[in-house]
């Protein structure tokens, strides 16, 4: 007779092989090849992205690089400031959105023909301009959000920043310890910012580069007192201090343009929706109520 240690030894095997594939399959894939197999890996899975794609955004990748050489750099450095500006999401690109409007500019061909077939030539420069305008417009409301929320957080942010520079700690020091503390769209300009003076980059290229990706003014406006405080050797606690009071300032003044903007929108609204349905209620109680044949009102007419 087999001896019942065998089971209970391919039982357990069984449930270790179990337990092993499941923690590679919940597991990352780099844990478990090495850098040629990793390579491999990036090439078959770029290989199957492009085999998925449409023959559309095939075709228009293929455009979009004919494109690329045809802009002018002024053009380029723009597009690249707004994925600055957003904070460089992932997948968004200068090439991406390249690649992106001439899809769009591809999808609108037979729209085009379309207005010629009808004659309406006025209407064909603002496809072009569609085109354009869609997928920058992501972007840009990203842009503006992102630049809000480093407006709102620039204030506290130097607020402690000098507190810590106060207590003695070197200012590099403070700035890591402050953006550990905070999390946001800021803070990661900030850790990046120290990534680069670590690096060896300048004190001026690296902050000038910090206003540079924010596009904010208060960021701008702390960069250039920041610098100069460095330069001149003013005392860099009162220097934040003042900063932050200027941010609240300026901050309190944009709130108060905004909820004077609010006015008007509501006063239109109004004047759009609720006055037109007050006038239909009131004239149809007021037929209703005289109690008016229309049929002999339009017999007598005609």
Known sequence: MMSPLWP?????????LFLMGYRMLRGRVADYLDASDLIL??????????????????????????LRRLISPAVLDALQRQVDYAGRPPGVTVESL??????????????????????????????PLVAVLVPLMPVAARARRRREAIDRD?????DILAVTVS????????LARVADHFSGAFSDEIRLTLGQLSHG????????????????????????????A?????????????????????SAQRMRRKAGQTAPRVTLVTSMVLVPACLILVIAGLVIGADIDFAELFEAFS
Do not use: H, K, Y
Not at 154 to 158: E, N, Q
């Open 230 to 250: 460095e330069e001149l050797g003013a005392p860099l606690a009162t220097t934040l201090n003042q900063i932050a009071v200027d941010m609240r300032r300026d």
């Open 98 to 127: 390249l690649r992106r409007m001439c899809w769009w500019l591809l999808l609108m061909i037979p729209v085009g023909i379309l207005f010629v077939v009808q004659g309406q030539l006025v209407a064909l420069p603002l496809l």
């Open 201 to 228: 980059s300048s004190v001026r290229v690296a902050f000038t580069g910090l206003a540079q990706r924010t596009g904010s003014v208060a960021v701008r406006t702390f960069v250039t007192a920041f610098l100069q």
């Open 167 to 174: 207590a003695g700690m070197s200012f590099r020091g403070a």
């Open 8 to 16: 209970a030894l391919a039982a357990t095997g069984a449930l270790v």
């Open 154 to 158: 620039l204030p506290d942010f130097l």
């Open 41 to 66: 890996l990036d090439d078959e899975r770029r290989r199957e992205a492009v085999t998925r794609t449409s023959p559309l955004t095939r075709l228009a990748g293929r455009f979009a690089t004919r």
